[in-house]
């Protein structure tokens, strides 16, 4: 099959795409875009979900842990 002969390879393939990217917008179920966040709850939303000290600190414990018996598996 020769993609080159037509301009677009996906319409080629896929015979409903070219439908698809006419349809109008109109009428659509899509949700309403909430509102940008304000500072304040930037803020807090990061750091509900930061990382604790101590869950970083064990992580980075065991990177370097494995790092310490990989070398010494390999020496």
Same mark, same amino acid.
């Given at each position: !099959?020769?993609?080159r002969s037509d301009g677009?390879?996906?319409a080629t393939?896929?015979?409903y795409v070219a439908g698809v990217s006419d349809a109008p917008l109109a009428g659509t179920t899509l949700a309403p875009r909430r509102q940008d !966040?304000?500072?304040d709850e930037l803020?807090?939303?990061l750091r509900m979900h930061s990382a604790s000290w101590q869950?970083?600190?064990i992580v980075y414990g065991?990177?370097?842990g494995t790092f310490v018996l990989s070398?010494?598996?390999v020496l």
């Open positions: !099959m020769d993609f677009h390879c996906a393939i896929y015979p !966040m304000t500072r803020n807090r939303e869950a970083v600190l065991a990177i370097v070398a010494m598996a």
